[in-house]
DNA sequence: AAATACTACAACCGCAAGCGG
DNA sequence: GCCGCTTGCGGTTGTAGTATT
């Protein structure tokens, strides 16, 4: 996985804070054409005054396609309240459930948000109101702390042109300590139609058509075309066998 | 209108792991 | 096995925009 180790040992004065639009437009053009390889040689390649590292996030983060702009559903905050109890601060392992979300935003959005949200319920927890007004909190006027074991009818469902957009999926069903994270998402989400990453995903060769979720779709019998026009457990996608499972088992809040 | 405080998010930093020479 | 390098991850900081005083 490794690339040759650069002999760059220049004292190259990096460029550090924020990226300018002329920047974004040398990397991701480089990237979408070249593609990245070794970040290490992205900068010098796309005529950057960047380190690798700085690149490489900037792509990830804001430039790939694929990525999910503007607030975080009511669904999405609820996979992270689920996840982060299950997983803890594995902000990358929890953006493997949420198609178009990094880790980073997660991250942010976890401190910013969501963790004064679980303060919140926390609080109220441990100091009950007694008076009924308090249980409007889970009539959807407020929406602190998501009741994440009210309903799995509720949870989300995850486009699968945008999960293969991500180009370094690779979800660690394998290991079992993310076995329950797979099987309480794999009762609540399912695969359908995206017109709009089609193309996009039409446009990826090579390493995406080899995903191991593509490969469980053909080896299933479901065609490419399939993947697009029908519904699918996430089950069908990754031949996942999660057996008897309830997502309410692993809520912790 | 200006100053200050707060919030959201982008980016950086340091560390650990993996890999090739 | 060691060293140097790259990559990925999580914690932290910096910055711009917005709200409040």
């Not at 690339?3 to 979408?32: A, I, R």
Request: charged fraction near 25%; aromatic fraction near 10%; glycine fraction near 6%.
């Amino acid at each position: 996985m490794r690339c040759k180790p650069s002999n760059n040992k220049l004292m190259v004065k990096y460029k550090k804070g924020l990226w300018s639009p002329d920047e974004d437009q040398k990397l991701t053009s480089y990237v979408m054409n070249y593609g990245h390889g070794c970040w290490s040689s992205v900068p010098i390649n796309a005529g950057l005054q960047r380190n690798g590292k700085s690149c490489r996030l900037r792509w990830i983060n804001y430039l790939r396609p694929g990525l999910k702009r503007g607030a975080f559903s009511y669904d999405e905050e609820e996979i992270i309240f689920t996840l982060h109890g299950l997983l803890g601060n594995k902000w990358s392992q929890i953006s493997q459930y949420l198609p178009g979300r990094t880790d980073n935003e997660i991250k942010n959005h976890w401190h910013s948000h969501l963790k004064k949200r679980l303060a919140k319920s926390e609080h109220l927890q441990d100091h009950p109101k007694v008076d009924n007004t308090s249980s409007n909190l889970s009539s959807g006027m407020d929406h602190s702390v998501p009741p994440v074991s009210q309903t799995n009818s509720n949870l989300p469902k995850i486009l699968f042109a945008d999960w293969i957009s991500l180009d370094e999926f690779q979800p660690d069903f394998g290991k079992s300590s993310d076995e329950p994270a797979a099987a309480a998402l794999s009762h609540t989400c399912t695969a359908y139609q995206s017109n709009t990453n089609e193309h996009e995903w039409q446009r990826n060769e090579g390493s995406t058509i080899e995903s191991i979720e593509t490969r469980n779709c053909l080896e299933n019998g479901i065609s490419i075309e399939d993947m697009f026009h029908t519904q699918m457990t996430i089950d069908q996608i990754f031949g996942f066998d999660h057996g008897d499972f309830r997502i309410d088992d692993f809520m912790y809040i």
